[in-house]
């Protein structure tokens, strides 16, 4: 690598990378349960989640208790306080069960910072999913947070990457992205000029998890987190 290319900062993405993606089937059980908590047909709650996650994403709808009101409003659901309650517990437990640390991502943060390079989180999410994240092991191994439920923005805006490169104080083409592949994610990093490696584990099933607009990927792949640290030179 020459030092024109010299990797000087590591930008994660978060669900599918650093932590798992949601399997389909975690997804159903949620929406079942949830629609179940709130007294919402289920059909009903399951379109009006799915329309309005541009709205959450980017935080127009507030917390998740925000959210889920929106939407009972919206398909004439009418929830009393203890249903409500009983509906974030169902929320809290689906992210319990599911969250879990990616093979190798702190030992593979800890090689990244070890090597005195800097470190960004980009996140496509709901608002719930920042306080977990903070509360999480891997949260101090990384130098800046940037989460499109707080920020208003998406990937794969350009706006959101040159977020990251501003706050870390270091220049897209010496940025290297590392991501699952949702949201268009790669190539949006890559159209800003930063170097991108898919993370992918070859022995995953095909349809296994949740992956929302996924994009086709003919790069540079990895098949877990602690192949990236050849790749960042000496």
Known sequence: MSPRR???AVVFDLFG?????????????WFRATAEALGADEAAFRAAWRATSVERQTGGLGDIEGNLRAICAGIGAR??????VRALEVRRRFYDEA?????????????????????????????????????????RWI?????SCEVGLRKPDPAIYRLACERLEVPPPACLYVGD????????????????????????????????????????????????IPLLGA
Request: glycine share 10%; with cysteine; hydrophobic share 35%.
């Open 6 to 8: 010299a990797v000087r």
């Open 17 to 29: 990378t650093l932590v798992r993606e949601f399997h389909h089937e975690e997804w159903d059980r």
């Open 79 to 84: 929830p009393s306080g203890e249903a409500m």
């Open 99 to 139: 969250w879990e640390p990616m093979p190798g991502a702190e030992e593979t943060l800890r090689a990244v910072r070890g090597r005195g390079l800097r470190t960004a989180l980009v996140s496509m999410c709901a608002p719930d999913t920042p306080p977990r994240w903070r509360a999480s092991a891997l949260a």
């Open 143 to 147: 130098d800046v947070e940037v989460f």
């Open 181 to 228: 592949g949702s949201y268009g994610e790669l190539t949006g990093a890559r159209a800003v000029g930063m170097r991108v490696v898919r993370l992918r584990d070859p022995a995953e099933r095909e349809g296994e998890f949740y992956r929302p607009e996924e994009e086709p990927w003919q790069g540079p792949t990895i098949g877990a987190l602690p192949e990236l």
